[in-house]
Protein backbone atom coordinates (compact mmCIF):
# COMPACT_ATOMS: atom_id res chain seq x y z
CA UNK A 1 0.00 0.00 0.00
CA UNK A 2 1.03 3.42 -0.65
CA UNK A 3 3.07 5.76 1.61
CA UNK A 4 3.64 8.48 3.71
CA UNK A 5 0.95 11.53 2.56
CA UNK A 6 -0.94 8.77 1.10
CA UNK A 7 -1.30 5.95 3.32
CA UNK A 8 -4.18 4.78 5.51
CA UNK A 9 -2.73 2.59 8.49
CA UNK A 10 -6.19 1.15 8.73
CA UNK A 11 -6.20 -0.28 5.09
CA UNK A 12 -2.77 -1.70 5.29
CA UNK A 13 -3.88 -3.67 8.34
CA UNK A 14 -6.98 -4.97 6.72
CA UNK A 15 -5.35 -6.42 3.91
CA UNK A 16 -2.68 -7.62 6.09
CA UNK A 17 -5.05 -9.61 8.18
CA UNK A 18 -6.09 -11.33 4.95
CA UNK A 19 -3.07 -12.55 4.48
CA UNK A 20 -3.68 -16.21 5.27
CA UNK A 21 -6.52 -16.96 3.47
CA UNK A 22 -5.25 -14.66 0.22
CA UNK A 23 -4.72 -17.73 -2.10
CA UNK A 24 -7.72 -19.14 -1.24
CA UNK A 25 -9.93 -18.64 -4.49
CA UNK A 26 -13.09 -19.21 -2.70
CA UNK A 27 -11.96 -17.53 0.43
CA UNK A 28 -12.52 -13.74 1.24
CA UNK A 29 -10.58 -12.34 -1.99
CA UNK A 30 -12.32 -14.99 -4.19
CA UNK A 31 -13.42 -11.82 -6.29
CA UNK A 32 -9.90 -10.80 -7.00
CA UNK A 33 -9.35 -14.70 -8.27
CA UNK A 34 -12.62 -13.85 -10.19
CA UNK A 35 -11.48 -10.96 -11.77
CA UNK A 36 -7.66 -11.49 -12.31
CA UNK A 37 -7.33 -13.21 -15.82
CA UNK A 38 -9.48 -10.64 -17.43
CA UNK A 39 -7.76 -8.03 -15.56
CA UNK A 40 -4.49 -9.29 -16.30
CA UNK A 41 -5.38 -10.48 -19.89
CA UNK A 42 -6.22 -6.64 -20.93
CA UNK A 43 -2.91 -5.73 -19.21
CA UNK A 44 -0.70 -8.28 -20.65
CA UNK A 45 -2.10 -7.99 -23.93
CA UNK A 46 -1.08 -4.00 -24.02
CA UNK A 47 2.50 -4.79 -22.75
CA UNK A 48 2.84 -7.42 -25.16
CA UNK A 49 1.66 -5.56 -28.38
CA UNK A 50 4.27 -5.58 -30.90
CA UNK A 51 6.97 -7.58 -28.66
CA UNK A 52 7.74 -11.33 -30.28
CA UNK A 53 8.18 -13.05 -26.40
CA UNK A 54 5.70 -11.93 -24.28
CA UNK A 55 6.85 -9.53 -21.98
CA UNK A 56 10.48 -10.92 -21.65
CA UNK A 57 12.88 -8.77 -20.61
CA UNK A 58 10.24 -5.90 -19.13
CA UNK A 59 11.15 -4.71 -15.47
CA UNK A 60 7.54 -4.46 -13.94
CA UNK A 61 6.57 -2.79 -10.74
CA UNK A 62 3.47 -3.70 -9.13
CA UNK A 63 2.31 -1.49 -6.34
CA UNK A 64 0.03 -2.74 -3.63
CA UNK A 65 0.81 -5.89 -4.81
CA UNK A 66 -0.83 -8.21 -2.23
CA UNK A 67 0.06 -11.60 -2.02
CA UNK A 68 0.88 -11.55 -5.36
CA UNK A 69 -1.68 -12.23 -7.97
CA UNK A 70 -1.05 -9.79 -10.33
CA UNK A 71 2.65 -10.66 -9.92
CA UNK A 72 2.64 -13.94 -10.42
CA UNK A 73 0.43 -13.43 -13.86
CA UNK A 74 3.02 -10.77 -15.08
CA UNK A 75 6.36 -13.17 -14.64
CA UNK A 76 4.32 -16.30 -15.86
CA UNK A 77 4.40 -13.88 -18.81
CA UNK A 78 7.93 -13.46 -18.86
CA UNK A 79 8.26 -10.17 -16.91
CA UNK A 80 10.82 -9.48 -14.55
CA UNK A 81 8.53 -8.63 -11.29
CA UNK A 82 9.17 -6.04 -8.41
CA UNK A 83 6.15 -6.68 -6.05
CA UNK A 84 5.76 -3.69 -3.65
CA UNK A 85 3.53 -3.41 -0.66
CA UNK A 86 3.58 -2.29 3.02
CA UNK A 87 1.35 -5.16 4.45
CA UNK A 88 4.20 -7.41 5.86
CA UNK A 89 2.17 -10.77 6.43
CA UNK A 90 0.33 -10.42 2.58
CA UNK A 91 4.38 -10.27 1.62
CA UNK A 92 5.50 -13.37 3.52
CA UNK A 93 2.51 -15.16 1.74
CA UNK A 94 3.45 -14.00 -1.61
CA UNK A 95 7.08 -15.17 -1.03
CA UNK A 96 6.19 -18.42 -0.11
CA UNK A 97 3.35 -18.78 -2.85
CA UNK A 98 5.52 -17.75 -5.50
CA UNK A 99 8.22 -19.89 -4.20
CA UNK A 100 5.97 -22.90 -4.11
CA UNK A 101 4.99 -22.04 -7.68
CA UNK A 102 8.88 -21.58 -8.85
CA UNK A 103 8.64 -18.21 -9.82
CA UNK A 104 11.45 -15.29 -9.20
CA UNK A 105 10.05 -12.21 -7.84
CA UNK A 106 11.47 -9.57 -5.90
CA UNK A 107 9.24 -8.94 -3.32
CA UNK A 108 9.84 -5.59 -1.22
CA UNK A 109 8.14 -4.22 1.88
CA UNK A 110 7.61 -0.30 1.57
CA UNK A 111 5.50 2.08 -0.12
CA UNK A 112 6.04 3.90 -3.59
CA UNK A 113 7.93 6.80 -1.74
CA UNK A 114 10.54 4.46 0.02
CA UNK A 115 11.29 2.98 -3.25
CA UNK A 116 14.42 4.74 -4.93
CA UNK A 117 14.47 2.41 -7.59
CA UNK A 118 13.02 3.82 -10.80
CA UNK A 119 12.81 3.57 -14.68
CA UNK A 120 10.16 0.52 -14.88
CA UNK A 121 9.44 -0.14 -17.77
CA UNK A 122 5.92 -0.90 -16.92
CA UNK A 123 3.77 0.24 -13.16
CA UNK A 124 0.34 -1.90 -12.15
CA UNK A 125 -1.52 -0.59 -8.90
CA UNK A 126 -4.58 -3.06 -9.26
CA UNK A 127 -7.77 -2.40 -6.46
CA UNK A 128 -5.10 0.16 -4.34
CA UNK A 129 -6.10 3.67 -5.42
CA UNK A 130 -9.52 3.61 -3.72
CA UNK A 131 -7.55 2.60 -0.51
CA UNK A 132 -5.23 6.14 -0.41
CA UNK A 133 -5.68 9.33 1.42
CA UNK A 134 -4.18 11.52 -1.09
CA UNK A 135 -4.88 9.93 -4.88
CA UNK A 136 -3.12 12.81 -6.96
CA UNK A 137 0.10 12.15 -4.42
CA UNK A 138 0.08 8.07 -5.29
CA UNK A 139 -0.32 8.98 -9.26
CA UNK A 140 2.58 11.68 -8.78
CA UNK A 141 4.90 8.42 -7.77
CA UNK A 142 3.72 5.96 -10.19
CA UNK A 143 4.76 8.64 -12.32
CA UNK A 144 7.71 9.29 -10.91
CA UNK A 145 8.55 5.07 -10.49
CA UNK A 146 7.94 4.43 -14.46
CA UNK A 147 10.30 5.43 -17.26
CA UNK A 148 9.31 8.12 -19.77
CA UNK A 149 6.96 7.00 -22.38
CA UNK A 150 6.17 3.98 -20.08
CA UNK A 151 2.79 3.09 -19.36
CA UNK A 152 1.15 2.64 -16.16
CA UNK A 153 -1.76 0.82 -15.23
CA UNK A 154 -4.38 0.99 -12.26
CA UNK A 155 -8.36 -0.60 -11.88
CA UNK A 156 -10.33 0.71 -9.01
CA UNK A 157 -13.99 0.58 -8.64
CA UNK A 158 -16.16 3.67 -10.02
CA UNK A 159 -18.25 5.75 -7.41
CA UNK A 160 -21.83 5.32 -8.89
CA UNK A 161 -25.46 4.01 -7.27
CA UNK A 162 -24.83 0.68 -9.26
CA UNK A 163 -21.50 0.34 -7.47
CA UNK A 164 -23.20 1.09 -3.89
CA UNK A 165 -25.68 -1.58 -4.43
CA UNK A 166 -23.36 -4.24 -6.26
CA UNK A 167 -19.61 -3.46 -5.14
CA UNK A 168 -20.68 -2.59 -1.50
CA UNK A 169 -24.08 -3.63 -0.67
CA UNK A 170 -24.50 -6.61 -3.15
CA UNK A 171 -20.67 -8.32 -2.55
CA UNK A 172 -20.04 -7.37 1.20
CA UNK A 173 -23.70 -7.78 3.09
CA UNK A 174 -25.70 -9.42 1.13
CA UNK A 175 -23.56 -12.02 -0.69
CA UNK A 176 -20.77 -12.39 1.42
CA UNK A 177 -18.40 -12.40 -1.33
CA UNK A 178 -16.38 -10.03 0.46
CA UNK A 179 -15.41 -9.26 4.33
CA UNK A 180 -17.81 -6.51 5.52
CA UNK A 181 -15.61 -3.16 5.61
CA UNK A 182 -13.40 -4.02 2.95
CA UNK A 183 -14.67 -0.64 0.80
CA UNK A 184 -15.88 2.49 1.68
CA UNK A 185 -17.71 3.73 -0.92
CA UNK A 186 -16.85 7.47 -0.62
CA UNK A 187 -13.24 6.37 -2.04
CA UNK A 188 -14.49 4.84 -4.90
CA UNK A 189 -12.99 6.83 -8.01
CA UNK A 190 -14.98 8.44 -11.19
CA UNK A 191 -12.90 8.15 -14.63
CA UNK A 192 -12.97 11.87 -14.86
CA UNK A 193 -11.62 11.93 -11.33
CA UNK A 194 -8.95 9.62 -11.74
CA UNK A 195 -8.13 11.31 -15.36
CA UNK A 196 -7.34 14.42 -13.20
CA UNK A 197 -5.53 12.83 -11.12
CA UNK A 198 -3.39 11.59 -13.41
CA UNK A 199 -2.73 14.67 -15.48
CA UNK A 200 -1.97 16.17 -12.63
CA UNK A 201 0.91 13.77 -12.16
CA UNK A 202 1.90 14.33 -15.84
CA UNK A 203 0.40 11.31 -16.80
CA UNK A 204 -2.62 11.09 -19.65
CA UNK A 205 -5.00 8.53 -19.97
CA UNK A 206 -4.49 6.30 -22.91
CA UNK A 207 -6.93 3.26 -22.50
CA UNK A 208 -9.93 2.38 -20.77
CA UNK A 209 -12.46 -0.83 -20.12
CA UNK A 210 -14.70 -1.80 -17.70
CA UNK A 211 -14.49 -5.44 -15.77
CA UNK A 212 -17.85 -6.98 -15.71
CA UNK A 213 -19.33 -9.94 -13.95
CA UNK A 214 -21.35 -12.21 -16.13
CA UNK A 215 -24.25 -14.53 -14.63
CA UNK A 216 -22.13 -17.30 -13.88
CA UNK A 217 -19.75 -14.94 -12.02
CA UNK A 218 -16.73 -14.88 -14.34
CA UNK A 219 -15.21 -12.05 -15.40
CA UNK A 220 -15.19 -10.08 -18.84
CA UNK A 221 -13.54 -7.10 -19.84
CA UNK A 222 -16.38 -4.42 -21.73
CA UNK A 223 -17.59 -1.51 -22.24
CA UNK A 224 -18.75 -0.50 -19.15
CA UNK A 225 -17.23 1.28 -16.79
CA UNK A 226 -20.20 1.86 -14.35
CA UNK A 227 -18.46 -0.31 -11.52
CA UNK A 228 -15.00 -1.75 -12.11
CA UNK A 229 -12.51 -0.02 -14.87
CA UNK A 230 -8.65 -0.67 -16.10
CA UNK A 231 -7.17 2.67 -17.35
CA UNK A 232 -3.64 2.23 -18.95
CA UNK A 233 -1.73 5.98 -18.60
CA UNK A 234 1.28 6.64 -20.26
Known sequence: MPGPGTAIGAEIAKF?????????????????HA??????????ERLAKGRPNRLDGLRVLDVGCGAGLASEALARAGARVTGLDAA??????????????????????????????????????????????DREAFCRQLARLVKPGGPVFLSTLNRTPRSFLMAKLGAE???????????????FVRPGELGADLRAAGLRVADIAGLSMGPGGGWRVSRDVGVNYIVMAR
Open 35 to 44: MNPARMGWII
Open 88 to 133: AGALGAARAHAAGQGLDIDYREGMPETLEESGFDAVVALEVIEHVA
Open 16 to 32: DRLAAQWWDPKGPMAPL
Open 173 to 187: YLLRLLPVGTHDWRM
